[in-house]
């Protein structure tokens, strides 16, 4: 059995500032003016970061007044979390039954 992971939200996530963006969000919830200022994005190039992160489901978002605030949707974390142990448990138990195939 082929065990897999998310590879479009791993490209998602391999942006630096994506993944700024994502550190930032686990720990408290932000508008994007908390986010220009904690990154030193520009605003567009912020929101257009902002964009990709809410079209794959890694945050969502909460209108308040003229702001919008972003928080993590952390059960995307859980999943990929749990695609990676199930990596790591398919490498374990496979590590000591020396299966290798033959070269030709």
Do not use: W
Request: glycine content about 4%.
């Amino acid at each position: 059995m082929m065990t897999s992971v998310d590879t479009d939200l791993m490209r998602v996530l391999a942006d630096p500032l994506r993944l700024r963006i994502v550190a930032l969000l686990a720990r408290e919830t932000l508008c994007t003016t908390h986010l220009v200022e904690e990154t030193g994005a520009k605003q567009t190039n912020l929101s257009n970061h902002m964009k990709v992160l809410r079209e794959a489901g890694v945050v969502e978002t909460e209108p308040c007044g003229r702001y919008v605030y972003y928080r993590l949707r952390p059960a995307v974390f859980e999943a990929l979390a749990g695609q990676f142990a199930d990596l790591a448990r398919t490498a374990r138990a496979t590590a000591g039954a020396n299966l290798k195939r033959s070269c030709p």
